[in-house]
């Protein structure tokens, strides 16, 4: 089994929370990028994004992708974004196994109306702009996600569940 594991998708599809999860089932070291670029930058997010802008983000992304993958075996948590921007997607699917969970935008919303804050790109929506918003930026991006080698579509997953699929990727 591969035991290099990058997850992807949208805001809100539940690579944090599945990602930290599988880790400690599958004893692997978990990294989640937005974690590691607000702990070394000491700022959340958003401060980052308003105070140094989404490039200088986007730049630390990347950086932090590449320097997690110089480990032997881990899980990464990706950001929303972190495969559509430079070569990260070529770069994933190079170093390991790429698993898109791909939840309904139904399923996101619901969870993103709860946590707007957190994300910049939509903290300043209101809630029936959300929706056409993710349909929108969810559409841009499908182009990188669908490189994946495997894609989870389920919207009620399980941890069994999820470590059967990505165990026969
Ligand atoms: N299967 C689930 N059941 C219930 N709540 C969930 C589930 N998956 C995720 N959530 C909740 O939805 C919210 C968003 O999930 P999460 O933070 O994992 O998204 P993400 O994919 O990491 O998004 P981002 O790209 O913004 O980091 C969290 O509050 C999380 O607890
Ligand atoms: O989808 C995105 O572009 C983002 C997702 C989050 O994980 C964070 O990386 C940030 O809020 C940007
Ligand atoms: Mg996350």
């Known amino acids: 089994m591969g035991r290099r594991i990058f997850l992807l998708g ?38 980052i994004f308003a105070e140094k802008g989404e490039d200088y983000f986007r730049m630390r992304e990347t950086e932090v992708l590449k320097d ?8 990464v948590s990706c950001g929303g974004g972190t495969p559509c921007f430079s070569d990260n997607m070529d770069w994933m699917n190079n170093q390991g196994i790429t698993v898109w969970i791909n ?9 993103l109306q709860r946590k707007k804050y957190k994300r910049p790109l939509i903290q300043d ?21 669908q490189l994946s080698q495997k894609i989870i579509t389920a919207d009620e997953l399980s941890l069994d569940y999820l470590i059967n699929e990505i165990t026969n990727a």
């Open 10 to 47: 949208f805001m809100g599809a539940g690579k944090t929370y599945w990602g930290k999860q599988l880790a400690e089932h599958l004893g692997l070291p978990f990294y989640d990028i937005d974690e590691v670029i607000v702990e070394e930058e000491g700022m959340p997010v958003s401060d």
């Open 68 to 75: 997690v993958s110089e480990q032997p075996e881990f899980l």
């Open 103 to 111: 939840p309904s935008i139904e399923t996101m919303v619901e969870r």
């Open 125 to 145: 929506l209101t809630d029936d702009d959300l929706s056409a918003f993710v349909e929108k930026k969810l559409n841009e991006r499908i182009q990188f996600y």
